[in-house]
Nanobody, 112 residues
Framework: QVQLVESGGGSVQAGGSLRLSCAAS????????MGWYRQAPGKQRELVAD???????RYADSVKGRFTISRENGKNTVDLQMNSLKAEDTGVYYC??????WGQGTQVTVSS
């Protein structure tokens, strides 16, 4: 069974940075696509960024140039580096694997 554990959330002031990490187990990590999603209060969950097994990336327009997704297949981890954070980046951030498995989420709060 695939398990995903996120870490690295927290509170930061606008303009600051955070780095999220997702550790995966129970799967052949190097063969699967991974993604980060977020859900703000009262809003639907949305894609933030995703990455293919060979490193191809895609970003939501709202985070392009500020966030970077990366993966280390040898460590079974996928990270999200978030810079120049804005209040509208606040939400629960979720890791997703293979398009179907979700982590438990980690809270990111950006104060203006």
């Amino acid at each position: 069974q695939v398990q995903l554990v996120e870490s690295g959330g927290g509170s930061v002031q606008a303009g600051g940075s955070l780095r999220l990490s997702c550790a995966a187990s129970g799967t052949i990590f190097g063969l699967i696509g991974m993604g980060w999603y977020r859900q703000a209060p009262g809003k639907q969950r949305e894609l933030v960024a995703d990455i293919t097994p060979i490193g191809g990336t895609r970003y939501a327009d709202s985070v392009k140039g500020r966030f970077t997704i990366s993966r280390e297949n040898g460590k079974n981890t996928v990270d999200l580096q978030m810079n120049s954070l804005k209040a509208e980046d606040t939400g629960v951030y979720y890791c997703k694997a293979q398009g179907i498995y979700w982590g438990q989420g980690t809270q990111v709060t950006v104060s203006s």
